[in-house]
């Protein structure tokens, strides 16, 4: 991804060179990480591939829930001891906004599609809607003592976790109809909750529980436990690894387990009374936040190795930079599908033999390409990322996402022209 933007900017011919080599610079910094320092009032902003605190940005008071927008430009903030989300600038590391919400903002979620933040506005027992253009609260539903939101991949419903003394629950929220259509009652205060890739399954940690509750999102009933030891904070499945994981706020550990069997199969130590966890853009590394250790651990799953990096005071949740802020890629002359709104655009594409069909990820929400003939496709797509595939035979090459099966597509290849003379 990197190469190919940089290839277009070097490709706008005109730029003076010395333009381009200040372009290359920027474009060589790593992934950034947004982590929260709940005591401090800020965020730090870390370069990962520097290993680097690049910048201290102050915040609205007890920074919590962090999401950062489909495209990467803005990163929104919950100050949970505050009403108003603080929203970052992702270009200048600065705050360009300030949405009030009403007391004590909490867990944040992105629809899949990008465009609204939902927000558990603990304090005024609500979930309110914002929009991510505008900035403005465009509607909002009562839930009491909400903490954290889940949205389902697909954008149907928000399972939010609610702290309600005494009707401890998940709320299932309608995202059509924005009203609760059902609850999980619990016996125990709900803490995190994340679906599985595929939405079939939600990952539930519980105060005072030492094990992950496996729900099943369709029935929703608690169906396993994933045993953990004391205090699971966050369990998460990121499409990109094989296996979940958890982070284990006890031990000071993060645990990888097998989502068919639910059990744990390894573990690689962190800091100390870690918090959450979020993965790059590319797979390959996860970023835990150390909580008592005022740090974040840089985890390599594949090697087990890992990096801590100093930042501030208690630093709670942490939000990767996804998408690019640089725009676009050159699509270098093929034939492009846009993947936006869970859809193929266009579904059916025609070309000549001997040409390439790019698809890009232009929503919120990972998607891929999975071919009928069985060829190479792209497991995982993220949002801003893109795919190339060059057809040489005539033919229909039907397609569908591998996250989302009802989203299809079809490559129509005809015979290469006679040649006019
Ligand atoms: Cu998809």
């Known amino acids: 991804m990197r190469f190919i933007q940089l290839a277009s900017v070097l ?27 709940f005591k401090d009032n800020t965020i730090s902003v870390v370069d990962i591939d520097a290993a680097k605190v ?6 609205a008071a007890g920074p919590d829930g962090i999401v950062v927008s489909a495209d990467g430009k803005s990163v929104f903030v919950s100050g949970s001891s505050a009403s108003s989300l603080s929203v970052i600038d992702a270009g200048k590391d600065s705050v360009g906004k300030t949405i009030e919400v009403g007391s004590g903002p909490q867990g944040l979620a992105l629809r899949p599609d990008g465009k609204q933040v939902l927000v558990a506005v603990n304090g005024a027992d609500r979930v309110a809607f914002i929009d991510v253009a505008s900035g403005a609260v465009a509607d909002t539903v009562p839930v009491p003592k909400p903490h954290t939101i889940a949205i389902k991949p697909d954008g149907s419903q928000a399972y939010v976790s609610s702290q309600q003394p005494g009707s401890f629950a998940v709320a299932i929220v309608d995202m059509a109809t924005h009203k609760v259509s059902g609850a999980i009652a ?36 608690i169906v396993a436990q994933i045993a953990t030891g004391v205090s699971p ?46 993965i790059t853009p590319d797979g390959k590394r996860l970023v835990v ?5 005022n740090s974040i651990s840089i985890v390599d799953p594949a090697s087990g190795q890992s990096q801590t990096v100093d930042v501030g005071n208690a630093p709670r949740k942490v939000a990767m930079q996804h998408a690019s802020s640089a725009g676009h890629a050159d699509m270098g002359g093929g034939v492009k599908v846009s993947i936006a709104n869970f859809a193929f655009v266009p579904g059916p594409t025609t070309i000549t033999a001997g040409q390439s069909v790019t698809w890009r990820n232009d929503d919120g929400a990972p998607h891929g390409v999975a071919f009928q003939d069985k ?7 993220l949002p801003g990322e893109q795919f190339s595939r060059r057809f040489d035979k005539p033919g229909s090459y039907e397609y569908v996402c591998s996250v989302h099966a009802y989203m299809t597509g079809v490559v129509v290849v005809k015979p290469e022209p006679a040649r006019q003379l």
């Open 54 to 59: 690049v910048a201290t940005v102050p915040v």
């Open 233 to 278: 904070h966050i369990a998460q499945h990121f499409a990109s690894l094989a296996q979940g994981v958890v982070v284990v706020q006890g031990p000071g550990e993060l645990q990888f387990f097998d989502p068919a069997t639910n059990a744990v199969a390894r573990s690689i130590a962190v800091g100390k009374q870690p918090h959450w966890v979020d």
């Open 186 to 221: 619990l016996d125990k205060p709900p803490r995190d909750l994340e679906f599985s890739p595929d939405g079939k399954r939600l990952y539930l940690t519980l105060a005072g529980a030492p094990a992950v509750q496996v729900v099943d999102a369709v029935a929703n009933k």
């Open 375 to 381: 060829a190479p496709g792209a497991p995982l797509l």
């Open 289 to 293: 936040s150390n909580e008592g250790g």
């Open 11 to 37: 490709r706008r011919g005109a730029v003076a060179a010395g333009i381009a080599m200040l372009a290359a610079t920027a474009l060589a910094a790593g992934p950034k990480v947004y982590v929260g320092n």
